[in-house]
């Protein structure tokens, strides 16, 4: 069964607005990476965080690993319509390279 | 970064028949191919991983006659989704993993197959 639970499921914003999508395992974690899926498009990479308690940034995008490296969250602030699509977070639980997906936040901006 | 394909793109075929999807890494090796399917609004369910030499591994529940892989080379992966049936279609998608040191493990992904059984 999945073993890395995401949410929100949906995450309907007002353009401008921040918003935070949460990732929790049942088990540590020996990294977790976040991915974006836009709407009929494929998963695309967008960071990897690996030490306990590490904050990363890209813009407006701050990913968090928490430090007991069971959980990780993406805040997104001042939301614009390119943040439009689902973002997954896939923890790497053993060390055979394997990705457990979580289900997924899907944004929607509305103007 | 580094570029995967898939082919065919989308495949729509009658029941009782079998579909191969390849997927290709264009311009770096890998050892390691993962293969997922996807649901509509539903998250990457990992089917198996594939070792360019060796067999692949399936996860549970995953049927091994059913979903024939094979990693004949660093940079081909195929599935072959065999005697498909309607409650077979969906979103394959592959990914490869970048191997050596100093990188961040990263998947790269194919931009998938959509496949349809009537």
């Known amino acids: 069964g999945q073993q890395v639970m995401q949410i929100p499921q949906y995450q309907h914003v007002q353009e401008g607005e921040d918003f935070t999508t949460y990732c929790n395992s049942s088990?540590?974690?020996?990294?977790i990476q976040w991915y974006k899926q836009r709407p009929g498009g494929h998963p695309v990479f967008l960071i990897q965080?690996?030490?306990?308690?590490e904050v990363k940034k890209q813009k407006r995008l701050t990913f968090q690993f928490g430090e007991a490296k069971k959980n990780s969250s993406l805040h997104i602030t001042a939301t614009q319509t390119t943040d439009v699509g689902t973002y997954f977070c896939?923890?790497?639980?053993?060390?055979?390279?394997?990705?457990?997906f979580g289900a997924g936040t899907t944004v929607t901006v509305r103007a | 970064g580094a570029v995967v394909s898939q082919h065919p793109s989308w495949v729509i075929c009658k029941s009782g028949t079998s579909v191969k999807i390849e997927c290709r890494s264009l311009?770096?090796?890998?050892?390691?191919m993962f293969w997922y399917r996807q649901f509509p609004k539903q998250s990457l369910m990992l089917m198996a991983t594939?070792?360019?030499?060796?067999?692949?591994?399936?996860e549970q529940g995953v049927e091994k006659d059913k979903f024939l892989i094979n990693h004949a080379s660093l940079t081909l992966s195929t599935l072959t989704v065999t005697s498909a049936h309607p409650e077979d279609s969906s979103f394959y998608i592959c990914?490869?993993?970048?191997?050596?040191?100093?990188?961040?493990?990263?998947?790269?992904f194919g931009p998938g197959t959509r496949l349809t059984v009537l």
């Open positions: 990914s490869a993993r970048v191997a050596g040191e100093g990188l961040d493990n990263e998947q790269f």
């Open positions: 088990t540590t974690l020996s990294n």
């Open positions: 965080l690996v030490k306990s308690g």
């Open positions: 896939a923890g790497r639980i053993s060390n055979d390279y394997k990705l457990s």
């Open positions: 311009d770096f090796q890998a050892t390691t």
């Open positions: 594939s070792n360019e030499g060796s067999k692949a591994t399936y």
